[in-house]
């Protein structure tokens, strides 16, 4: 039998695959496996472009509205870890497992590459206002009573160490942390995001 199961993993993926995922996503290979299976259904080739990825990810997470539309090539360029415009499985399993179950500080390392736009390892003003503009067109602006500007302005003026208006992956992640409110604001992957108010 458990030759059996063996061959039967390889057969989706290989041994090293599952043995690779395990580790970064702590999912089981009956899991693993059902994920792959789901993926392969929506993309046979194994490879999701971007407006596969929209489509894909609105399912996931159960979005009739198309406002989600407005930040899913963020999410698709923070999933796109190798920078070739398409998601393969590792890649898509990874990332939603990641900013789905995964810790805090994971997600938050997600968030900021969906800010991090022009990948310079810094977040600067206007991309934050950019993506803000987003959130809110999703959430259809439950999550500040305030404009994009000034919530971008009052999170540099708290997470800005060093005051040299943008934000490193460092005063990103380590304010975010510390301040709940601001966590839950800025990371889409939260549970309880939108937060309430």
């Known amino acids: 039998m458990g030759n059996q199961q063996q061959h ?4 989706d993926l290989s041994l090293n695959d599952y043995r690779y995922l395990m580790k970064q996503t702590h999912l ?6 059902g994920w792959y299976r789901e993926f392969l259904t929506v993309c046979p080739h194994g490879q999701l472009n971007k407006h596969q990825f929209i489509k894909f990810y609105k399912d996931l997470e159960n979005s009739s509205t198309k406002n989600v539309e407005a930040i899913t090539e963020n999410v698709f360029q923070a999933f796109d870890h190798n ?11 990874i990332a939603y497992a990641l900013t789905s179950i995964g810790e805090p500080h994971d ?7 969906l800010f991090d736009t022009d990948h310079s390892q810094t977040i600067e003003p206007t991309e934050m206002i950019e993506l803000l503009k987003k959130l809110f067109t999703i959430t259809q602006n439950k999550i500040s009573d305030n404009s994009p500007e000034c919530v971008a302005y009052d999170i540099f003026r708290t997470l800005d160490l060093d005051h040299n208006q943008s934000l490193s992956k460092d005063e990103f992640i380590n304010g975010c942390l510390q301040n709940t409110a601001i966590r839950c604001l800025l990371s889409p992957f939260e549970s309880n995001y939108p937060p309430n108010d």
């Open 8 to 11: 039967q993993l390889e057969e």
């Open 28 to 33: 089981t290979p009956h899991v693993i496996q």
């Open 83 to 93: 920078g070739n415009q398409r998601i393969d499985f590792k890649e898509f399993l």
């Open 107 to 113: 997600k938050l390392q997600y968030a900021f590459s």
